[in-house]
């Protein structure tokens, strides 16, 4: 493995789901809130995407944030290590549960208390996590992605 890191296969495939398991939940949280606002709101596709992206983004870095100030690292270098840790991991889970959810008929127009809403943003989530699942695993195995955040612990 690159510059002297070794794992071994079940570690990293831990590490791996961990650092995934963490997007999943930034992403969910932005996903969702954006898109309560933007029904709420009646906003349009476009611009229901945009702020359910925004707020993943914002979710899933926060939540990286927050352990590292708390365990005393300034905020700007913490800022930049879960900008390398997060950002490769929640654009994939975006594109592909934003994608799905664009693909499935009617889950767009589907109101908050329809079930094609809750199944197809649930769905997605779900393929988003297996389609992160490789990307951390290979940037964690590579001393990047969440492996950062991981070498402040």
Not at 9 to 17: E, G, K, T, V, Y
Not at 49 to 65: D, N
Request: hydrophobic fraction near 55%; include cysteine.
């Amino acid at each position: 493995m690159a510059r002297g890191h070794h794992r071994e296969p079940q570690s990293l495939n831990r590490a791996a789901f961990g650092a995934t398991w963490h997007c999943l939940t930034g992403c969910a949280i932005g996903e969702v809130l954006g898109l309560v606002i933007a029904t709420a709101l009646d906003w349009g596709n476009a611009a229901s995407i945009g702020i359910a992206v925004v707020l993943a983004f914002f979710f899933g870095y926060a939540l990286t944030l927050r352990p590292l100030v708390r365990g005393g690292i300034p905020l700007r270098k913490a800022a930049r290590i879960a900008l390398a840790a997060d950002t490769v991991s929640i654009t994939v889970m975006e594109i592909v549960d934003n994608g799905f959810v664009l693909i499935v008929p009617g889950a767009m127009e589907a109101g908050l208390g329809d079930f094609l809403f809750w199944w197809s943003l649930a769905v997605g989530l779900f393929i988003a996590f297996w389609a992160a699942f490789p990307v951390n695993r290979a940037l964690i195995g590579r001393g990047r992605g969440h492996a950062a955040v991981h070498a402040h612990h």
